[in-house]
């Protein structure tokens, strides 16, 4: 019996491992997006609900059979959609290992492996971003729930200020709070606020400059019960807003600053870059995101607060089954209760880079960025923002030829980015954020990109 267990389990590991194996072999030459065939694959898994099992091995080979080719292939180095890092080999190997694992980062006694990464990956997270040591770092699913954390924390800070106990009072009666945003603040905190049961009626919207900063003329009067959210890393642009300026007048009235900076905080890791979102530091709370450019796989967002108290009285469970001595455990720190040991491939990621990989890694993307933007122009399109980080936003003349060019790469599997409206205009959007992309990836996209244009060309002659 004993045997029959470990070795279900070592056969599902083996082939998985070779599947993986497989799958990782390939991806650089894989499609882009799945062809048809592909996807008409998955058609395989619309199965009724299966009464009697099937062997370990067979479900695992119909992942690889009907589920790789119809992978977007993030991984292989030419996806320029959304903002997508890959998997660094070691945080890659490190993901396949806590599967293994199966650890609940809950508490130290859940996970004394875990909880230690945590603390460990944590500290070199701050160190590495240069933010205070005093913040505490809770790994959880993404910014968005990073966002939902930390402006959990804020609410609950001013009201405090205010003399108001929201968590003993709740909602109904408390102070009035206004949350000040940029007109262009990414959706994730629109939906953060939501969920916190903030309305729109408290959303006070400045306006950007051309770049998607905040213009500083334009922001209110600030008072104690604002938060401010600022944003390092325009989705579509790449700017960011002038902290130096903005998080110390909003300090001085008694704001909470909380910063979205999902992939533009990591510009604190490149000395060329980190002048960009120079005064970052003093804000009170920032979202970041680890499997964006710090590259680790799926799942993993950074919620930083430098009030970890207020943190910990917003996010406290205590039961007897739970109990612990020890502060700041993640079941008191965050959202989640259970949680997959996330920190461990953050760690991975980190200890396999070090500081200076990930200095070099956002150096190299902002250096192929500028080669894609300059390629792009040659090629005929009007680069339309400041390609200050890894972000590109292009258009062509034509509005009708970029459409077919941008339906004509998408399709041809050479690489993949997708399209934005900007300052009004229809436009693509690249972001560069992979490890994995090289400077020939960079070229043969542009090819891509000049082979479709001169294809349709042709065929309107
Ligand atoms: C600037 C910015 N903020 C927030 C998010 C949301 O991050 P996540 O998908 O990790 O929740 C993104 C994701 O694209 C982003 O680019």
């Given at each position: ?61 119909q992942l690889h059979t009907y589920g790789s080719p119809a992978t977007v292939a993030t991984t292989g180095g030419r996806y320029f959609g959304l903002v997508v890092g890959g998997s660094t080999p070691a945080a890659m190997g490190a993901n396949i290992i806590t599967s293994a694992w199966d650890q609940i980062a809950l508490m130290e006694s859940s996970s004394p492996i875990a909880n230690q990464l945590e603390k460990i990956a944590g500290r070199w997270v701050l160190e590495l971003l240069d933010l205070p040591s005093e ?327």
């Open positions: 019996m004993e045997d029959s267990i470990r070795d279900a389990s070592l056969s599902a590991v083996k082939v998985a491992s070779e599947i993986a194996y497989s799958y990782v072999s390939e991806v650089r030459n894989q499609r882009l997006f799945p062809d048809a065939s592909a996807l008409s694959g998955l058609q395989h898994f619309d199965q009724p609900l299966p009464a009697a099992g099937t062997d370990s091995q067979q479900v695992l080979e913040a505490f770092v809770g790994f959880v699913t993404g910014t968005t729930m990073a966002h939902v954390s930390a402006l959990a924390a804020a609410r609950h800070y001013l009201c405090q200020k205010q003399g108001y106990d929201l968590a003993e009072q709740g909602l109904h009666n408390a102070p009035e709070l206004k949350v000040v945003l940029s007109e262009e603040v990414h959706i994730s905190v629109l939906k953060a606020l939501r969920l916190l049961g903030f309305g729109r009626s408290q959303f006070i919207f400045v306006p950007c400059d051309l770049q998607g900063r905040i213009i500083e003329s334009a922001v209110p009067e600030f008072s104690d019960n604002m938060i401010l959210v600022l944003q390092a890393g325009n989705v579509n642009s790449g700017s960011s807003d002038n902290f130096h300026t903005l998080i110390p007048k909003a300090k001085k009235a008694g704001c909470w600053v909380h910063v979205d900076g999902a992939f533009g905080l990591w510009a604190r890791a490149s000395r060329e870059k980190s002048a960009l979102v120079a005064g970052i530091e003093a804000a009170d709370s920032w979202a970041v995101d680890a499997h964006k450019w710090l590259n680790t796989p799926y799942d993993c967002g950074m919620c930083i607060v430098r009030h970890k108290q207020v943190l910990r009285e917003v996010m406290t469970t205590s039961a007897a089954y739970v109990e612990t001595q020890e502060m700041w455990q993640a079941k008191d720190m965050l959202p989640e209760f259970s949680r997959r040991a996330r920190a461990v491939e953050v760690w991975a990621a980190i200890a396999e880079l070090g500081s200076q990989g990930i200095e070099a890694l956002v150096d190299r993307c902002c250096l192929y960025t500028k080669m894609f933007a300059e390629g792009l122009e040659l090629l005929g399109f009007d680069v339309l923002n400041d390609v200050v980080l890894n972000q590109v936003v292009a258009c062509l003349p034509d509005i009708h030829l970029q459409r077919a060019m941008l339906h004509k790469v998408q399709q041809s599997g050479e690489c993949w980015f997708g399209q934005t409206t900007w300052q009004g205009q229809e436009a693509i959007r690249l972001s560069v954020s992979s490890w994995a992309t090289t400077e020939d990836d960079i070229q043969r996209s542009l090819k891509a990109i000049s082979a479709a244009i001169d294809e349709i060309q042709q065929q309107a002659i």
